[in-house]
């Protein structure tokens, strides 16, 4: 099996994810689900990439989890889709553009309601700051919850 987290550009909560599920599967001695991230506009061409943000992976570091933690963005490509059993947008804005590129009516997607960090305030929080920080740690906490349900469902 695989579980595919989706977000704008994979560079702040689709990567949280990611490296999370990876961390909690292996903790839990789950094994056989594989687990990527994508973002629907993470470049403009899909062999480009970018870093993930130096931000987001401090985070994850201190949260101990900067083994589990992808360096570069990678587009959401068909390709990737096509090689998804389970994907996961993180919000009704992401769902909008995975559905243009998706077009698979027999995929597993679910859609949770993960705001961005530019998303949760004006102006948007400086990438490591303070109010950043805080809406990380509601996002993180939203996410860690939202992956043990999710696991949880696919291996009962």
Request: hydrophobic share 35%; net charge negative.
């Amino acid at each position: 099996m695989r579980i595919h987290y989706v977000c704008l550009g994979n560079a702040y909560r689709s990567p949280i994810a990611e490296a999370y599920t990876k961390f909690y599967l292996e903790s839990q001695g789950i094994e056989g689900i594989a687990v990527v991230s994508s973002g629907t506009i993470a470049s403009e061409e899909y062999e480009h990439t970018r870093p993930v943000a130096a931000s987001t992976c401090r985070f994850l570091g201190g949260k101990g989890l900067a083994a589990y933690a992808k360096t570069d963005s990678d587009q959401l490509t068909p390709e990737l889709i096509r090689h998804g059993d389970i994907t996961v947008c993180m919000n009704a804005k992401v769902r909008e553009g995975y559905d243009q590129i998706a077009q698979l009516p027999n995929q597993t997607t679910y859609t949770w309601d993960i705001t961005d960090s530019d998303e949760c305030g004006q102006p948007a929080p400086v990438p490591g700051g303070e109010k950043w920080l805080e809406h990380t740690e509601r996002i993180y906490k939203q996410i860690t919850d939202l992956v043990h349900e999710l696991v949880h469902r696919q291996i009962a």
